[in-house]
């Protein structure tokens, strides 16, 4: 049964609904302009994004633009008046795209790091952003093999799509099968540990400015913070001072865009006193964010369970790419093959008749929009304990929203949304100016370390 033209646009609006039902915030209200999914697609520059570069733009049917609207208008909807207003979330999903110069590619990713190659009885994504990701091929088709991308596809021909995805876990590469994503997912449940009274949740949402410690890089953690930032927290972005957030290396305007207006520290996390000032500054945050697998953190004496438990107004934000516990706290993802773990190649093959990237590295925006709203809703309710959220799971939640019970569902519903796109609609993506440049590395530790409240 086809949706009522009106329901439809009104996705974006639900969703967030079940955002806040599901932090036990059904008494807030998120407000939502109503507007079609794929108008929300093609205007953000999502629909550009993806297809074949040699012919027109392929329409993913799933709402992948307007629940990016939704997450943030529930966002909003905590946050002190007025704070997100300039933001629209579905632009977010296509900010480094139009930074970067991206463009749509198919079965390559608009970054070019990523591939879908065909095994014997199916596909994977295989993301070799890294020059060190190269150099585990021949241990990965345990064969030598030309390191380029023509010999690698040849080989990969060889294996079956299970043998590969395991063995390349397993060697720590990023790689996801070609699947579909389970029809219904139940929405991220991220209930407050504390519940205080309704004065306190008040003042904190008007007049409190919560400390956030960002430990994250890239893109899906420091949007988070980024939108704290926006909404009156204090980010102090914490960097290693041997192995700083690589975005540092790429176009400054991204930077300054993810980063300006935060404060910068940078420690060495290989000495004493770097680690010691790590602790103290975890000690003193309201929410932490980070990006990490859970063994690297250990590795440096940090346990976030054993913390949010003796801190109950902690929130701890843990963004991974397929969840923390055995054995998939392991695996390594990335925007882009997270997008396909997620089901999106699956279903542009079902509707389209060939799997295909969808945006660019779609995964990391997404949750990064989800671990805000996470993040303030733990803050405002008085702590969230620990908070764990994957790249894959985000995907496969929005794939799952409202989804139709089955392939044909999904092709009438891309043919309908095809339908109400207008000529005008489809448009490049764009990003928005940074406000200021971001601080240098480390530029910021002597005050914030005052700030705080620890010793020089």
Not at 230 to 249: F, Q
Not at 271 to 290: C, K, M, P, Y
Not at 327 to 342: L, N
Request: a neutral charge; one cysteine or more.
């Amino acid at each position: 049964m086809v949706a009522p033209q009106a329901e439809v646009e009104h996705t974006a609006s639900r969703y967030a609904a079940a955002l806040l039902r599901a932090l036990g915030r059904a008494d807030v209200a998120a407000a939502v302009a109503p507007r079609h999914p794929a108008v929300a697609a093609a205007r953000c520059g999502l629909l550009a994004l993806t297809g074949p570069s040699e012919a027109p733009p392929r329409l993913c049917p799933a709402p992948l633009a307007a629940c990016a609207d939704g997450a943030l208008a529930a966002l909003a909807a905590l946050a002190p008046p007025r704070a997100l207003d300039d933001l629209c979330g579905a632009a977010l999903l296509t900010e480094r795209a139009a930074i970067f110069g991206h463009a749509r590619r198919g079965r390559v990713s608009p970054g070019g790091s990523a591939r879908l190659l065909d095994t014997r009885d199916g596909a994977v994504a295989l993301n070799l952003p890294r020059d060190d990701d190269w150099t585990l091929l021949p241990a990965l088709l345990e064969r030598e093999i030309a390191l380029d991308w023509p010999a690698l596809a040849a080989a990969v021909r060889d294996t079956t799509m299970h043998e590969l995805v395991e063995r390349g876990r397993e060697l720590g590469l990023a790689i996801a099968p070609v699947v579909p994503a389970p029809l219904r997912r139940a929405l991220l449940a991220v209930p407050a540990r504390n519940e205080p009274a309704d004065e306190v949740r008040r003042q904190r949402r008007q007049d409190s400015h919560p400390r956030v410690l960002d430990l994250s890089s890239l893109w899906a953690g420091p949007l988070c913070s980024h939108l704290l930032q926006r909404c009156g927290a204090d980010v102090v972005k914490l960097e290693s001072t041997r192995r700083p957030d690589g975005a540092r290396n790429g176009p400054a305007t991204f930077f300054d865009l993810l980063n300006a207006g935060k404060r910068s520290v940078a420690l060495d996390f290989a000495s004493d006193d770097g680690r010691a000032r790590l602790r103290e500054l975890i000690s003193r945050a309201d929410i932490v964010i980070e990006a990490s697998r859970p063994r690297a953190l250990r590795q440096l004496g940090i346990d976030a369970e054993a913390i949010v438990a003796k801190r109950p107004h902690l929130t701890w934000i843990s963004l991974t790419g397929y969840g923390r516990g055995a054995p998939q706290e392991q695996w390594i993802a990335y925007g882009d093959d997270a997008g396909v773990a997620g089901g999106l190649a699956y279903l542009m093959r079902q509707v389209h008749g060939a799997p295909m990237f969808v945006g660019d590295a779609i995964a990391d925006p997404l949750a990064g929009l989800h671990a805000a709203l996470a993040a303030w809703a733990g803050w405002c309710a008085g702590g969230g304990g620990l908070v764990s959220i994957a790249l894959v799971d985000v995907v496969r939640q929005i794939v799952g929203f409202e989804a139709p019970a089955d392939a044909a569902g999904w092709r009438q519903r891309a043919r309908d949304w095809a339908d109400a796109l207008g000529s005008d609609d489809i448009r490049a993506p764009q990003a928005r100016r940074a406000a200021a440049r971001a601080p240098a590395l480390g530029a910021d530790n002597a005050r914030v370390f005052a700030d705080w409240g620890i010793a020089c």
